[in-house]
C-alpha cells in the first residue's frame, strides 16, 4: 500500500465548478502539507501549503487537512480552463529525511 | 520561478551507456533532490543532499548515484542506463525556511533505447 493515496481521475467539470480533490495518507508523522499543480510537460509548481491541521484559503483555492482522519483535501471555486492541469498532494514529516512523499496526481479538466 | 536549471532538457542514449543530468541553482538553498516521475507512480525520490558532499538515498536509489561538491550543482548519474529508467526527471530545491516546502526544476526528459 501506499504511503499516501490520490485518485488519478481524470477529473472532468464545466467552468465555473467547485472542484474536490483529495488525499488520504497513513504515515501520521506527516506535518506539512502542500498541493502542488503541474501542466503537462513543466515541473509542479507550488499552489498551497498548510502545516498541521486546519484550513487555508488563497483566492478561489482552499486547502484542508484532517490528521485525525488522515485526509486532505483542495477546494477549486469557480473553476476556469486554465485550472486544467494535474494536481499532486504532498507531505512530509518535522523530523528526518527533508523530502517530500507524493501523491500520484488528479488529472483536472475544466470545460468551457 | 526558483532559479533552477536542469540539463539536458532532453536526451536519449543507448542501453548500457553512462549519463549525467545536471541540476543548478542560483538560490543558495541547503537541501536539493532528484525526483523521477512516471505514469502511476507520481514522484519518486531517487537522492537527495542536505549539503555538500552529503547525500542520501530515496525510496528508487538503485542504478543511479549523486555527487555535489558544490552549494549550487547537484549531478545524477546513470551508471549504466536501462530501459526502465526512461522517464522525467526532476531536480528540486529546498531551504526549509518556509516550511518543508520544495520548489522544482522544468525537468529532464530521458529515453533509453
Known amino acids: 500500500q501506499k504511503e499516501v493515496e490520490q485518485d488519478p481521475g481524470p477529473l472532468s467539470v464545466p467552468e465555473g465548478a467547485i472542484v474536490s480533490l483529495n488525499c488520504t495518507y497513513s504515515?501520521?508523522?506527516?506535518?506539512?502539507f502542500m498541493w502542488y499543480r503541474q501542466y503537462s510537460r513543466k515541473g509542479p509548481e507550488l499552489l498551497m501549503y498548510?502545516?498541521?491541521?486546519g484550513n487555508k484559503e488563497d483566492g478561489r483555492f482552499t486547502a484542508q487537512v484532517d490528521k485525525s482522519s488522515k485526509y486532505i483535501s483542495l477546494f477549486i471555486r469557480d473553476s476556469q480552463p486554465s485550472d486544467s492541469a494535474t494536481y499532486l498532494c504532498?507531505?512530509?514529516?518535522?523530523?528526518?529525511?527533508?523530502?517530500?512523499?507524493f501523491g500520484s496526481g488528479t488529472r483536472l479538466q475544466v470545460q468551457p | 520561478d526558483a532559479g533552477i536549471t536542469q540539463s539536458p532538457r532532453h536526451k536519449v542514449t543507448e542501453t548500457g551507456t553512462p549519463v549525467t543530468l545536471r541540476c543548478h541553482q542560483t538560490?543558495?538553498?541547503?537541501?536539493m533532490y532528484w525526483y523521477r516521475q512516471d505514469p502511476g507512480h507520481g514522484l519518486r525520490l531517487i537522492h537527495y543532499?542536505?549539503?555538500?558532499?552529503?547525500?542520501d538515498k530515496g525510496e528508487v536509489s538503485d542504478g543511479y548515484s549523486v555527487s555535489r561538491s558544490k552549494t549550487e550543482d547537484f549531478l545524477l548519474t546513470l551508471e549504466s542506463a536501462t530501459s526502465s529508467q526512461t522517464s522525467v526527471y526532476f531536480c528540486?530545491?529546498?531551504?526549509f525556511g518556509s516550511g518543508n516546502t520544495i520548489y522544482f526544476g522544468e525537468g529532464s526528459w530521458l529515453t533509453v533505447v
Open positions: 528540486a530545491i529546498s531551504d
Open positions: 504515515n501520521s508523522a506527516f506535518q506539512y
Open positions: 498548510t502545516y498541521s491541521s
Open positions: 504532498a507531505m512530509s514529516a518535522n523530523t528526518g529525511r527533508r523530502a517530500l512523499t
Open positions: 538560490e543558495n538553498h541547503r537541501y
Open positions: 543532499s542536505y549539503g555538500v558532499k552529503d547525500t
